[in-house]
């Protein structure tokens, strides 16, 4: 299983990205696909976690309304619309996939490389 995630970089505060995650080896569609991060020197935090259908997502509290998760089934592909960026939304970003619908990261078997958003202010 590979996850290919693109689409971070450098930003200024209040502006938007949009983050890609393309899946293979796996049936993407039987499974639920999360977003997670980790800034330097912290844990590896939950971001938000889409179902397997797409019909149900979740947030964390620091994010909710300013983030969207996505998924296009057929493209295998998740998506995470960021907008009101800000400099405390810094960190690298990891798409995982998992069959748990879960905010916990041990829920989790696969994982991407990562990708960089950082806000400046």
């Known amino acids: 299983v590979q996850l290919q995630a693109s689409g971070g970089g450098p930003v200024q505060a209040g502006g938007s990205l949009r983050l890609s995650c393309v899946v293979s080896?796996?049936?993407?569609?039987?499974?639920?696909m999360g977003w997670f991060r980790q800034a330097p020197a912290k844990e590896r935090e939950f971001v938000a976690v889409i179902s397997r259908g797409g019909g149900t997502t979740s947030y964390a509290e620091s994010v909710s309304g300013r983030f969207t998760i996505s998924r296009d089934n057929a493209k295998n592909t998740v998506y995470l619309q960021m907008n009101s960026l800000k400099p405390e939304d810094t960190a690298v970003y990891y798409c995982t996939t998992g069959a748990l619908r879960s905010t916990r990261a041990d829920d989790y078997d696969h994982w991407g490389q990562g990708t960089q958003v950082t806000v400046s202010s």
């Open positions: 080896g796996r049936r993407f569609s039987s499974y639920t």
